[in-house]
């Protein structure tokens, strides 16, 4: 018995070791992708039915498909670990590409009708979506450490609030930063996707 | 194309923003490959301690031969239906791969016509992460 329990635990541990580390990544990257190539073709449809102001010269459009395809081509270096690090590094920075990206968003949206504006912002709302959603699934055994170090990180931004007498601003802080990464992997991702292009 | 007249300023302090980026995805790309051989190493180690747990007590053999006699047909079921998945999800990702490969190049070349200047994201013709763009 004891036989069979050594051998069964060390192909199971074998094949666990596979599943999570290489194939689940593998999985969740394929999925990402075909999220972000659902979107891409939703954005084409649009500019293709040449509505709300958005045609494919449509600088708008070029931009959020510039910044698709920037997901798309280095999704495989999107993680937990990569976003908690650059947040980190980049605490404190200006991060000047970021700023001009959501300029030039806001920009592009103006030339377009509120209804299009709309559109292209849900759009870009569920590519940020999709992208968090990446992050956390695509590594299971990261999720184990990387819970105790988010609420170790939400901790320290509620303490440090609430030494500051600033209970209040904790939404608009925690507002404020989701909406600082999200334009710095937007401007990332559409560098790279105007290099791929 | 995001061309600008930068002062020395601008570039310095870009540069270093870049630094910083770059230095983040060196420490993510550390950080990430320790975590994923960590756990070889520590999985190695509990399938030495199960297999270390039998020293002295049987040969190969033994094992070997204990092993078959003791396998029920339930265990059999298990490791049927566990090899049988793993072969389904391989099976059928390359089934996608294979799906992927005969429908990109139809369906760039319709959108193509539609819109000239349409941009890629450079994956590879079944769908998988160029070569050149692994880490």
């Not at chain 1, 509120?114 to 292209?120: I, K, N, S, W």
């Not at chain 2, 061309?3 to 060196?26: C, F, H, M, P, Q």
Request: hydrophobic content about 50%; aromatic content about 8%.
């Amino acid at each position: 018995m004891q036989a069979m329990l050594a051998l069964s635990s060390v192909i199971s541990l074998a094949g666990l070791a596979w599943l999570l580390l290489w194939l689940w990544r593998d999985y969740c990257i394929d999925a990402y992708r075909q999220r972000l190539f659902a979107l891409r073709d939703e954005l084409f449809d649009l500019a293709s039915a040449s509505a709300h102001g958005l045609s494919f010269p449509s600088p708008a459009y070029a931009q959020l498909r510039a910044t698709l395809n920037g997901l798309i081509r280095f999704s495989s270096k999107v993680d937990l670990v990569a976003i908690g690090i650059l947040s980190l590094r980049m605490r404190g920075m200006a991060y000047r590409p970021a700023a001009e990206f959501d300029a030039r968003w806001a920009r592009n949206l103006g030339r377009l009708d509120a209804e299009g504006g709309a559109r292209l912002e849900s759009l870009r709302q569920r590519m940020h979506l999709a992208t968090a959603h990446f992050a956390i699934v695509s590594v299971p055994h990261l999720l184990v450490l990387g819970v105790p170090i988010l609420l170790a990180f939400v901790g320290a931004v509620l303490v440090r609030a609430v030494l500051h007498s600033a209970v209040r601003a904790v939404p608009a802080r925690l507002s404020a930063l989701r909406a600082r990464m999200e334009s710095m992997y937007d401007a990332a991702a559409f560098d790279e996707g105007l290099s791929a292009a | 194309m995001t061309k600008s007249n930068k002062t020395k300023a601008d570039l310095v302090a870009e540069n270093r923003v870049l630094r910083r980026i770059d230095s983040a995805n060196g420490w993510a790309s550390v950080l990430r490959t320790a975590i994923k051989w960590g756990g070889m190493v520590g999985e190695a180690r509990y399938a030495w301690l199960a297999v270390d747990s039998l020293a002295g007590q049987s040969t190969v053999a033994d094992i070997g031969l204990k092993f078959l006699a003791e396998v029920g047909v339930s265990d059999v079921l298990a490791w049927l239906l566990a090899g049988g998945a793993v072969v389904f999800g391989l099976v059928q990702k390359k089934l996608r791969g294979d799906t992927i490969q005969r429908l990109s190049g139809r369906i760039q070349q319709l959108e193509q016509q539609i819109d000239p200047r349409r941009t890629s994201s450079h994956l590879t013709v079944r769908g998988q992460t160029n070569p050149v763009d692994r880490e």
